[in-house]
């Protein structure tokens, strides 16, 4: 099941979203909208505005990583969710454990084209990459015999 967009608004405004497409969710988020989440909306705009602000001031920094993990480490310092603030829930702590996946043939099978589809496209990324670079310093790249 595709999860849409709309649906993701519960989680950042603590308003229940239901339906089935996107204007059932629209309608939804909107006749449940007086029942949003003050404290967690709040959180949410605060951490949108942080996200904004360190896309334009430092484009380059990894945007996405610091605005998470300062949330998770506000949220985890003032036991914000003791406060109103709707939580994922608790991180386990530790590594997983290394296992060997149960796959089935069935399931082989099925991975087998989207593999092979993935394979053609990293390739042709990989080979337009190379393309790039080389293209700067006036070289250039055999696709064939990268690939043998």
């Given at each position: 099941?595709?999860?849409?967009?709309?649906?993701?608004?519960?989680?950042?405004?603590?308003?229940?979203?239901?339906?089935?497409?996107?204007?059932?969710?629209?309608?939804?988020?909107?006749?449940?909208?007086?029942?949003?989440?003050?404290?967690?909306l709040?959180?949410s705009?605060?951490?949108?505005?942080?996200?904004?602000?360190?896309?334009?001031?430092?484009?380059?920094?990894?945007?996405?990583?610091?605005?998470?993990?300062?949330?998770?480490?506000?949220?985890?310092?003032?036991?914000?969710?003791?406060?109103?603030?709707?939580?994922?829930?608790?991180?386990?702590?530790?590594?997983?454990?290394?296992?060997?996946?149960?796959?089935?043939?069935?399931?082989?099978?099925?991975l087998?084209?989207?593999?092979?589809?993935?394979?053609?496209?990293?390739?042709?990324?990989?080979?337009?990459?190379?393309?790039?670079?080389?293209?700067?310093?006036?070289?250039?790249?055999?696709?064939?015999?990268?690939?043998?």
């Amino acid at each position: 099941m595709i999860v849409s967009q709309l649906s993701q608004l519960s989680k950042v405004t603590g308003v229940p979203v239901e339906g089935d497409g996107f204007l059932p969710e629209a309608a939804s988020f909107l006749s449940n909208l007086g029942r949003a989440q003050l404290p967690t909306l709040a959180l949410s705009v605060a951490l949108l505005v942080l996200l904004l602000l360190v896309s334009w001031r430092a484009p380059r920094a990894p945007g996405p990583l610091i605005v998470v993990v300062l949330g998770a480490l506000v949220v985890a310092l003032f036991a914000l969710q003791d406060h109103g603030i709707q939580v994922v829930g608790p991180v386990p702590l530790g590594l997983p454990v290394l296992a060997v996946p149960d796959v089935s043939a069935t399931d082989l099978a099925a991975l087998i084209l989207p593999a092979f589809g993935i394979t053609i496209v990293a390739h042709t990324d990989n080979v337009l990459t190379a393309r790039a670079f080389a293209d700067r310093s006036g070289q250039s790249v055999d696709a064939k015999a990268a690939s043998s």
